[in-house]
Structures are given as C-alpha cells and as structure tokens.
C-alpha cells in the first residue's frame, strides 16, 4: 500500500481460500475467464513496513511513499520501491509469534534526477531486481560479492525507442 506521511507502508496479502487456489494458478492454456467471477475479499493486514529514509534530517513524505514492491517467495525477500530508494527486507519466520518478522537488510539511494519517477519493479532472481519508471527507462540491479545490491546496467528510453526503431525495420 501507500505511505503518505512518515515513512510507514501497511503491507496487506490478498487471501485465496484454499477452494479457490486451483482457479488462481491456472495455466496458459487454460480457458477460464476469471473476469465474470466476482466476489469480495478482505485483504489481511500483514504488517507495517518503516520505509522512511533513516538520516539526520527531516523526512521528505512524497519520496518514502511506495511506488512498487514484489516478494520473491524462494529467497523470503521483499523488495520495495519508493521514489528516493530500493529497500530489500528479509521475511524471518518468529517461533515465539508464529509470524515472519520483516528485517529492514539494505536501502539503495535513488537520486534524482537520474532515476527520475520509479514505478515498477520485478525480481529476475532472488539475487536481480528491474526498475523502471515512468519515462521508460529500465535499471538492473544485481547483488555485488558482498551481498549489496547495486545498480549494474541502465537502459534510457531513448535507447530502448532506437532499439526498438531498428527491430522494426
């Protein structure tokens, strides 16, 4: 969900009965038309994720709200994106509180103007992440030997527009 003020993003899960599951994992070549079926669902509330910038100064409110995230399931990451930085958390299951607890691991700055309005992210990997913003540009993050993720190639619009001008020819 989106932080407004503060910092603090509610992270909520859609709930899939277990009836239903079979109908929402359906393959390719499947038939089904999800889009008649409607039916109302309470998203629950997972927990409240601290996104904020960590810095001596005043928070910025509009640069801490969340653009994206995605959670890679086999590596228990969840990365999420706001217009100042990429924050990775690590899902660590709580015996005491049968919870996975989320542990902030690592905040890569964005500075504008370079990566200008992040929209969207995906993980290729447990160890790659995509980035893209509203200008169309595409970063590829990718974990350095030491664990930290940092942005390895940069593709521009105008690149990927040249790229596409000359596929089409």
Same mark, same amino acid.
């Given at each position: ?9 509610? $992270? ?50 509009? =640069? ?18 706001? +217009? ?30 370079? +990566? ?21 540009? $595409? %970063? %590829?993050?990718? =974990? ?26």
């Amino acid at each position: 969900a989106k932080c407004f003020w503060g910092g603090k993003a509610p $992270l909520y899960r859609v709930p899939i009965p277990k009836k239903h599951l079979k109908n929402a994992l359906l393959s390719q070549e499947s038939t089904h038309d999800l889009s008649t079926r409607t039916q109302n669902i309470v998203l629950d509330h997972v927990t409240t994720l601290d996104v904020g910038v960590k810095t001596n100064q005043a928070r910025t409110p509009f =640069k801490d709200r969340v653009t994206a995230a995605d959670y890679h399931s086999e590596s228990s990451q969840l990365a999420v994106l706001t +217009y100042s930085g990429l924050i990775i958390f690590k899902g660590v299951y709580d015996q005491k509180t049968d919870q996975l607890i989320w542990e902030r691991k690592q905040r890569v700055a964005l500075k504008s103007p370079f +990566y200008r309005q992040v929209e969207a992210l995906t993980w290729v990997n447990s160890r790659k992440i995509l980035i893209g913003n509203e200008q169309r540009d $595409l %970063f %590829f993050f990718t =974990k350095d030997t030491m664990g930290k993720f940092v942005n390895k190639a940069s593709l521009h619009s105008s690149l990927l527009l040249i790229n596409h001008h000359m596929q089409s020819r």
